[in-house]
């Protein structure tokens, strides 16, 4: 799965639709993020925004993740959350991929992107 | 010089100066005549020094001083120092710049400080830091190291070995001897030359030899596989994991290109139609300037040209003049988002604009990565 997909993602099966799902939340280009665990019963009907502002509400973190979220509140200075190259919006089974662990336990995961703009060249001014 | 040496000429060390043939030439010998009426020449082996003497019924003139000449050597022909040098590597073992890499701190900054951010380094979803010694594991696993440098490892680890080598350079150090005045013959010369530089080259290698032993000692306790990746890294300059890479830059010693690849990506134009990027590599060079480039043939809004080594036009952006893991992450972020969010195809903000304006300037097209 890439980011190059401009569609949104719909291809779980309404089984898998009962499954956790996992956030993650991750500050620019880096490869881990800030993780939020929400079981069956918790998630759905939720935005997707509203899981991310809980998961970096998230209290009790480690250093490591405490680390994290100042990345992230960095690159949300003026930044915005990206999902599978767009802004978020809707909710989090339209991002959702269906994954397994080392154990063979399946989840749903969410991976969110803080990215602060960097506009690079210069405006033409033509709208 | 080097000419001369390996000429048949007959050349004159006095005070350790080398003093060369004077040509016979009426002129010259007019100049001469007029030198020896103003001030008698002294003769050879006096502590003072004349530009020319008289030696054998020949005059000499004062050409080069021999300390200089073996320190400057390598300036003078690099060619023929470096295969003096490695003649004498090579004698003693010491071919393998492998200690020097272990003390990289460039190297370290690159592998512990700035990879970390860009792989993934934990398997399960609970966020903690790795160690040095966990990166290096996370290395052994996604790289496939050949099973020499595991051998080497254990061979590293013994610093017996070394030892040896060190106390046998003792022993055998050639002396650094000035040749004697008098006349020499250019091959002679040649031959001094050869081992003053051997000298030189050991003395120099002595001192990394002791320093190297430091060095093994303070890694006496890492585990072989650890080792084993280092000495990989040592040799191959390069590595990457997880689309995060660097590529030791043999052009300036002890740099690096750090790299991060964008992945595939899709821009859209002014029409909201879209356009397939392929993967590239962001980089930043480990010396001035900090600025993010593409190393690859490659075009995009944002690049002048279509060619490789283009600086990406950045809005807004500073680049750092220190070198430190934080810059470079920070450097290295700004170049991908730039490259892979920055183009907005309402404002057609860059060098070129996707889809042909109104007043279309025949630049950079991107019809070829239409979807």
């Known amino acids: ?127 | 010089m080097k000419q001369l040496l390996d000429s048949d000429l007959e050349l004159v060390v006095e005070s350790d100066f080398i003093y060369m043939p004077l040509l016979f030439d009426p002129e010259i010998e007019k100049e001469i005549q007029i030198l020896e009426s103003e001030k008698p020449l002294g003769s050879p082996g006096k502590p003072e020094s004349k530009s020319i003497i008289a030696f054998e019924g020949k005059h000499f003139v004062k050409a080069l001083n021999l300390h200089s000449f073996i320190n400057n050597y390598e300036a003078i022909d690099a060619h023929s120092y470096h295969r003096f040098r490695n003649e004498c590597l090579r004698k003693y073992r010491l071919t393998r710049e492998v200690d020097g890499h272990f003390l990289d701190e460039t190297l370290r900054t690159i592998l512990f400080r700035i990879m970390p951010y860009f792989i993934k380094k934990n398997k399960v979803f609970n966020r903690k830091k790795v160690s040095d010694e966990g990166i290096l594991d996370l290395i052994g696993e996604k790289i496939d190291i050949p099973g020499k440098y595991y051998i080497e490892a254990i061979t590293f680890g013994d610093l017996n070995a070394l030892k040896e080598i060190l106390k046998e350079l003792e022993n055998q150090k050639p002396l650094f001897q000035m040749p004697e005045n008098g006349l020499h013959s250019g091959p002679k010369l040649r031959d001094w030359l050869r081992k003053a530089i051997h000298a030189k080259v050991l003395a120099d290698e002595q001192h990394r030899i002791i320093k190297s032993l430091q060095i093994r000692e303070q890694f006496r306790q890492a585990k072989p596989e650890h080792i084993a990746v280092l000495l990989y890294l040592a040799d191959a300059g390069a590595m990457e994991i997880d689309g995060f890479g660097f590529t030791r830059n043999n052009a300036v010693k002890g740099e690096y290109l750090i790299y991060k690849r964008t992945g595939d990506y899709i821009l859209k134009d002014y029409y909201a139609r879209s356009y397939l990027f392929p993967d590239c590599r962001i980089a930043v060079s480990t010396y001035t300037p900090y600025r993010p480039f593409v190393i690859e043939k490659y075009k995009h809004p944002f690049l002048l040209g279509h060619k490789a080594g283009q600086e990406i036009c950045m809005k807004n952006f500073v680049p750092s003049n220190e070198f430190t893991a934080e810059n470079v992450i920070r450097t290295l972020e700004e170049g991908l988002t730039a490259m892979r969010y920055g183009y907005n195809g309402r404002q057609r903000n860059g060098y070129h604009s996707l889809d042909e304006m109104w007043v279309h300037i025949p630049t950079t097209t991107f019809e070829d990565y239409r979807i």
């Open chain 1, 1 to 127: 799965m890439t980011d190059t997909e401009v569609k949104k993602i719909l291809d779980i099966d309404e089984d898998e639709k009962l499954l956790p799902l996992v956030l993650e939340i991750l500050p620019g280009h880096a490869a881990e993020g800030l993780i939020g665990i929400y079981e069956p019963g918790s998630y759905e009907g939720k935005s997707l925004r509203k899981l991310c502002d809980r998961t970096l509400n998230k209290k009790n973190l480690s250093i490591e993740e405490q680390l994290i979220v100042e990345d992230i509140t960095r690159q949300l200075e003026g930044g915005k959350l990206l999902s599978r190259g767009q802004e978020i919006e809707g909710t989090a089974l339209e991002y959702a991929v269906s994954e397994q662990t080392e154990a063979g336990e399946k989840y749903l995961y969410v991976p969110i992107r803080a990215i602060k703009p960097q506009e690079g060249g210069w405006d033409w001014g033509v709208n």
